[in-house]
């Protein structure tokens, strides 16, 4: 084999290297240690709230019976549909940006509308309704708020004097 010659220095300058950046997770890993131990040993002595900042040793045993209740299918779950769902996005983003770019009337038009949908707060494009499994002939009220035009507001007009 044809091997590459490398120098003396450069030999030790890669070893420096790599002893550094062992160092370095070592470093790193004592400090979470520690920071883990110290935490464990105020929470046991009391001296920290242990209700308030709870402990190492309970998160860990809630994570591993979470685990043990299909924990890790539902991140699965949740990975999945945020994967598919940004790809969802990414992807009718890049063909209406594609068309808006070919069609200077389309563009000129969905202007105005497009510059009030980028300057609303992101949390404010969600849906009106959220109904989370509830029936909507329950109330008019969904986790606190109030929606005025829902379909069974305008089925039944008594909704107007209901609070009065």
């Known amino acids: 084999m044809n091997k590459i010659m490398i120098s003396d220095e450069r030999r030790k300058y890669l070893k420096k290297i790599k002893r550094e950046k062992w160092l370095v997770l070592i470093a790193q890993i004592s400090i979470l240690i520690g920071f883990l131990l110290i935490w ?9 709230d242990s209700f308030i900042t709870s402990q190492p040793s309970r998160i860990f045993n809630t994570f591993i ?4 209740n299909d924990l890790l299918k539902h991140i699965w779950v949740t990975t999945y549909e945020t994967i598919i769902g940004f790809g969802l996005g990414t ?4 063909i209406i940006a594609i068309i808006l770019w070919w ?9 105005p509308y497009l510059v009030v949908l980028n300057s609303l707060p992101k949390v404010a494009l969600r ?3 959220n109904n989370m499994g509830r029936s909507r002939y329950t109330s008019n009220y969904n986790n606190g708020d109030f929606y005025i035009f829902n379909s069974y507001n305008f089925r039944k007009s008594k909704w107007i004097y209901k609070n009065r």
């Open 40 to 48: 464990e040993i105020l929470a046991n002595k009391n001296i920290i």
């Open 65 to 68: 019976n979470l685990g043990s």
């Open 91 to 94: 992807i009718l983003g890049i």
């Open 103 to 111: 069609s200077n009337f389309l563009s000129k038009v969905a202007e």
């Open 127 to 129: 849906t009106n309704y």
